[in-house]
């Protein structure tokens, strides 16, 4: 089975910018994570999908991310203005079995 | 609040021989998973192993063990006759029943094998 898809991998912009990321999940997995990975730390969730309706947005920074997942499938992250410490990798993964998650190889996101 | 730590920002080994990364974690619940997870450079998480809070025996998949201590909170993760392309970031992470099965991390080990 294909596994999940993230593009762009690599994105460089300047700060105030915009950017977004998109992921397409395994088919037929209902969740879907964001999750961010800043250098020398573990992954941390942002934003948990069931379907199309959102989960756990506890720790997504409401003022510059914003996640939408399209018809219960592809999902795109954005964040609008960015700041330097938005630097990450931002992982998505998916799933059909809450112990069973299928991660992406991240978007590598540098802010100058 | 769950937390995951683990105390061993890097470790290295030689090829064929046997390593044991660390991890402990601090939870009030008592239905968990327990996982360790390796990240190579390409990023993409592959899990090592899975572990069930309720199950005492310790899982074992082919080289790569733990021994998990429920009343010490302590979760090692051992690998055996290790070899090259075991090198990455190994991550210990948590989850819990009753929280949307959400995942805690560990801030990882980075493991290097050497010829």
């Known amino acids: 089975e294909a596994g999940v898809a993230q593009s762009p991998r690599y994105k460089i912009i300047e700060k105030r910018q915009s950017v977004a990321f998109w992921c397409n999940p395994i088919?037929?997995?209902?969740?879907l994570y964001w999750y961010q990975q800043i250098l020398g730390q573990g992954p941390k969730l942002l934003i948990q999908?069931?379907?199309?309706?959102?989960?756990?947005d506890s720790q997504l920074p409401k003022d510059r991310f914003s996640a939408e997942r399209l018809k219960g499938v592809d999902s795109t992250l954005k964040i609008q203005p960015a700041k330097l410490e938005d630097s990450a990798v931002y992982l998505c993964?998916?799933?059909?079995?809450?112990?069973?998650?299928?991660f992406g190889s991240g978007t590598r996101l540098t802010v100058v | 609040a769950q937390t995951v730590t683990q105390s061993q920002p890097e470790m290295s080994v030689q090829e064929a021989e046997t390593v044991t990364l660390s991890c402990t974690y601090d939870?009030?619940?008592?239905?968990?998973?327990l996982f360790w997870y390796k990240q190579p450079p390409s990023r993409q998480m592959i899990l090592v192993i899975r572990?069930?809070?309720?199950?005492?025996q310790n899982a074992t998949e082919n080289r790569f063990s733990v021994n998990f201590q429920k009343a010490a909170k302590s979760f090692s993760l051992k690998i055996s006759d290790s070899q090259l392309g075991d090198t990455a970031m190994y991550f210990c992470?948590?989850?819990?029943?009753?929280?949307?099965?959400?995942?805690?991390f560990g801030k990882g080990t980075l493991l290097t094998v050497n010829p």
């Open positions: 993964a998916s799933s059909s079995e809450a112990v069973r998650l299928a």
């Open positions: 088919s037929g997995h209902a969740t």
């Open positions: 999908f069931q379907n199309n309706g959102v989960v756990d």
């Open positions: 939870t009030s619940e008592n239905n968990y998973y």
């Open positions: 572990q069930e809070a309720y199950k005492q």
């Open positions: 992470a948590f989850m819990t029943w009753g929280s949307n099965y959400k995942l805690t």
